[in-house]
């Protein structure tokens, strides 16, 4: 009986610890995510429209999401290709998760989302159908991260020093 007792209380404790936690199954992790494409790579994805990539995900902002921001560098390919601000540094600030705890990041002003769709200890995939970077004086950006607007494009991030995202 009071082994039973006892399981009871710790499994209690364990829900109420858990409850007032601001996590969930699908949380995406904090930290600094980079990818840099080499001309290889973007010879070989004509379409794509990104030479580089820096994501920070930081503390929390509420019980359900954490501040983000997205770095872009655009590459002069794609539907991007001539236009005056390929080269330059477009940055996004981001609100990741949601009260459903889905794996979003999400561009305020309907400027789109992205999607994590992997995670683990060496970095992440997410995908985007729609999400701008740059910011301007209205809501919105300058630039769609999709290769073809309304389909999926995936990208890759390794885990790299938070140091790497230092300034953002």
């Not at 994501?55 to 929390?60: A, E, F, H, T, Y």
């Not at 999709?146 to 938070?162: F, H, I, K």
Request: hydrophobic letters at 40%; charged letters at 20%.
């Amino acid at each position: 009986m009071a082994v039973r007792i006892f399981g009871f209380l710790a499994g209690a404790a364990a829900l109420v610890l858990s409850t007032a936690m601001p996590a969930s199954a699908v949380d995406i992790r904090p930290g600094c995510y980079q990818r840099v494409y080499s001309d290889a790579h973007l010879r070989s994805h004509p379409r794509q429209v990104v030479k580089s990539v820096r994501l920070l995900v930081g503390g929390w902002m509420t019980e359900v999401a954490r501040e983000g921001r997205i770095e872009v560098v655009p590459a002069n390919q794609g539907h991007v290709r001539g236009q005056p601000w390929v080269g330059a540094r477009l940055q996004q600030f981001l609100i990741c998760g949601t009260e459903s705890g889905a794996p979003y990041c999400q561009v305020e002003c309907d400027g789109g989302r992205m999607e994590v769709t992997k995670q683990d200890g060496q970095g992440m995939v997410f995908r985007t159908r729609y999400m701008v970077v740059g910011n301007t004086t209205e809501c919105g950006g300058v630039m769609d991260m999709a290769e073809v607007p309304g389909a999926y494009t995936s990208y890759r991030l390794y885990r790299v020093a938070d140091s790497d995202c230092y300034g953002m």
